[in-house]
């Protein structure tokens, strides 16, 4: 199958199982028989070619396999009340990716299950590549999606916008924005199956950029942009990881840069700003540097303090503390860290010991500095940032 | 999140070898550990599970880099305690994880009656990064 036909089956496979939605609302079965038409597509169309109007070929094709599926459910069951099936296809009028996307973001779905539901529901992977993508194995993550789509079959929430909208718009961001950090996170190299995840994210949150006006939603992709422009940068040769200040910027995706810095610039003055907003600012002022040391710290310091006061998270605390730090310097931030340290919830954080270790390395306390690295490399599940933090510890006693 | 849990042989478990079992009770000890590879799959979890072969065919294997690798019998052939099998589960929380492996340790010994297998819970070091 050609790249060509690829991407287009990926775009229009949300459309094609919107389309069957608003006729039908078993979901397992419309997203089975959208499953089987992308099938019948990829092996007919690199031969006969492309039709005219694909979309229109993928519905009728995904409704004819619905309606197969309804009939023999019917037979089966020999209900007499329930409605004949209807036989004409349903017009595919609308942009469904934004209705889609919060079906796949159901509020009883756990977060692994509406990530893998929303990557082959709106995303159109197959269950191999996603198994692929996480490291697991397909008959794994097939009867994760099975058990996903069970689950929004029997919560019988039908298909239409939430009246609780903005909550759900909400979960809709959070799963995009896993999927980015699943991606985005795993090193380079043999892990380039899973880079392809970022990639995804960013197509997906587009497209609802497309299908929705909400400032969030612009600053959810601003912030995937600034962040991913940043990517090849962050690892070197052999996958280990470069932090931000020892990147060679010459190597972040300018034009990224520049998309992501515009659409955060003119997303912001609109309003209300959220913290997917405020984090893209952040990462702007990050990438408008042009070396780690003209960065804008005192800028950063008065984002991550706004960030502060919209989230209880400990992560944006401890960021903060490392603004401050470089702003008032490493003893400052020393003693914002001890206050921070009584938080049960990152106490035993890698990343506090890291940043901890940093701060110590900064004021001259090469000793301290290493203990500090090898707790934090014996708090981390990553291995690429269990060798720096090693790697440190070591650099420091010298 | 990716857990490793570790199953131990241990003399720490208060029963007899498991070759000197009533033969219904092996059955039922082997059908337990089948089926509950099969419920990992089906809820979406499972990574990998292996049986590992005795601790007497085992070998330590040491290079210097100078001369032949030493191999030795081992690790500790009169080990009390050694890896008898492990599984790798994908799943949402630490807490998902301890409930599997007390779902295991609660394998049927003689009579039916729960081994208590120690079960050694560790995370798979496929953690993201923390970008900076």
Known sequence: ??????????????????????????????????????????????????????????????NRRMLDHLRSEQARRRREERSPVEEHPPVPDQDDTLVLLFMCCHPALKPAAAIALTLRAVGGLTTAEIAGAFLIPEATMAQRITRAKLKIKESGVPFRLPAERDERLAAVLHVLYLIFNEGYTSSAGPDLQRRDLSTEAIRLTRALHGSSSDPEV????????????????????????????????????????????????????????????????????????????????????????????????????????????????????????????????????????????????????????????????????????????????????R | MKYMLLMQASERIDAPPIHTWDPDDVKAHIQFMQEFDKILVDNGEFVDAQGLAGPNEAKVVRALGTGAPEVTDGPFPESKEFLAGYWVIDVDSLDRAIEVASAVSKAPGPRGVPLGLPIEVRQVMSAPLSDA
């Open chain 1, 1 to 62: 199958m050609t790249v060509a036909i690829e991407d287009l089956l990926r775009e229009e496979a949300p459309q094609v199982l919107g389309a069957l939605l608003r006729r039908h609302d078993d979901f397992a079965a419309a997203e089975d028989a959208v499953q089987e038409a992308l099938i019948a597509a990829a092996s007919q169309w690199p031969a006969e070619g492309v039709p005219d109007y694909p979309r229109g070929w993928l519905i009728q094709v995904a």
């Open chain 1, 218 to 397: 612009a600053g959810l992709l601003a912030l995937m942009l600034l962040i991913d422009a940043r990517r090849d940068a962050r690892t070197g040769p052999s996958g280990e990881l470069i932090p931000l200040t020892e990147q060679d910027r010459g190597r972040w995706d300018q034009p990224q840069i520049t998309e992501g810095v515009a659409l955060i610039t003119a997303t912001l003055p609109r309003g209300p700003v959220g913290p997917y907003q405020v984090q893209a600012a952040i990462n702007a002022v990050h990438d408008e540097a042009p070396s780690a040391d003209d960065t804008d710290w005192p800028q950063l310091l008065a984002l991550y303090g706004v960030l502060r006061g919209m989230t209880d998270n400990p992560m944006v605390a401890l960021n903060h503390a490392v603004a401050f730090a470089m702003v008032h310097g490493p003893a400052a931030g020393l003693d914002l860290l001890t206050t921070l340290a009584a938080d049960k919830r990152i106490a035993n954080h890698h990343r506090l010991h890291a940043v901890r270790a940093h701060l110590l390395e900064m004021a001259g306390e090469g000793v301290a500095a290493a203990e500090a690295y090898r707790i934090a490399a014996s708090h981390t599940a990553s291995v690429p940032e269990q060798r720096y933090l090693t790697l440190k510890a070591a650099q420091a006693l």
